[in-house]
C-alpha cells in the first residue's frame, strides 16, 4: 500500500467502498461538464480511484490509475498504443484528474505528484500516460500555448497516432491566451512528451493530447525533490 498521505492540509488516500468512488464520480461530473451529477464510465471498476480530501474531509480532488494492459484502457479508444505496448516495462494510466472548481491551491498537485511518485516507485512502473483534457472543444482558444506545446512531441518510434479525426497542433492563426491545464503542464516540466494531435471527447465535450512520462528520464533534482516529498508526507 503506497497511499494514504498527509501533509498540511490535504489527506491524499485511495477509495476504499463504493460511496468513495461515486464521490469522485460527482467531483468529475461537476468539473467536467459545470454541473452536479455523476460522471461513471465501463473503465472505473478496473482503476484504483485517488482521493484528495482537505481537513474537513471535503473531497477536493481525484484521480484515477490503471495498471492493467494499455490497449484496454481509456485512452486506447483514442489513440494507437501499439508503440508503446511493445516496450517492456510496467505502465500506468492516469485519468480523470480532476480539481473542485473553487480550489486553487497548488498544494493539491504536489500532494497528488508525491502519492504517485511513491506508488511509481514502490510498483516499479517505468512509464506513465494518459488524455491530458482542455476545456471545451475550441482549439483557437488556446492557440498560443498549443503552439507552443507542438515542441513538445513525443519521438516518432513511440509517439502514438490518433484512431480517428484530429486537429492539430499548431496553427498560426490561432491566438487564443488560454494557459495549459496544471497537471500537463507538470508532465512537460519533468520531461514529458504528447502526442502531435488533439482529439475530442464527445462524451466529456472537452479535447485532449496524449500525455507520457517516461520515469527513467525525470530530471534527477526533481525525482529528489518528490522522493523527498513522498517520504515526508507518507503515513505509515
Not at 68 to 80: I, K, V
Request: with cysteine; hydrophobic share 45%; aromatic share 8%.
Amino acid at each position: 500500500m503506497t497511499i494514504p498521505f498527509l501533509k498540511g492540509r490535504y489527506r491524499v488516500r485511495f477509495a476504499a467502498h463504493d460511496a468513495d468512488l461515486r464521490a469522485c464520480q460527482r467531483l468529475r461530473h461537476l468539473c467536467f461538464f459545470g454541473v452536479p451529477g455523476v460522471d461513471a464510465d465501463a473503465y472505473d471498476v478496473d482503476c484504483q480511484h485517488v482521493m484528495v480530501e482537505d481537513q474537513a474531509g471535503r473531497l477536493v480532488a481525484s484521480l484515477r490509475l490503471s495498471e492493467g494492459p494499455a490497449a484496454n484502457g481509456y485512452a486506447a479508444q483514442f489513440y494507437d498504443l501499439s508503440r508503446l505496448i511493445v516496450l517492456d516495462v510496467p505502465m500506468l494510466e492516469i485519468g480523470r484528474f480532476c480539481v473542485a472548481p473553487d480550489v486553487q491551491d497548488a498544494d493539491v498537485l504536489r500532494m497528488v505528484w508525491a502519492a504517485l511518485t511513491a506508488h511509481v516507485d514502490t510498483r516499479g512502473v517505468g512509464l506513465l500516460f494518459g488524455c491530458a483534457s482542455f476545456a471545451g472543444t475550441d482549439p483557437t482558444v488556446y492557440g498560443r500555448a498549443l503552439s507552443r506545446l507542438a515542441r513538445h512531441a513525443g519521438p516518432d518510434h513511440l509517439r502514438p497516432t490518433a484512431r480517428g479525426p484530429a486537429l492539430p497542433l499548431a496553427d498560426e492563426r490561432a491566438s487564443g491566451s488560454a494557459p495549459l491545464p496544471p497537471l500537463l503542464r507538470t508532465y512537460l516540466a519533468m520531461g514529458g512528451w504528447v502526442g502531435d494531435a488533439l482529439v475530442v471527447d464527445p462524451a466529456l465535450q472537452t479535447m485532449h493530447v496524449f500525455t507520457c512520462l517516461e520515469v527513467g528520464k525525470v530530471p534527477a533534482a526533481r525525482a529528489r525533490a518528490l522522493r523527498a516529498l513522498a517520504q515526508e508526507a507518507a503515513l505509515t
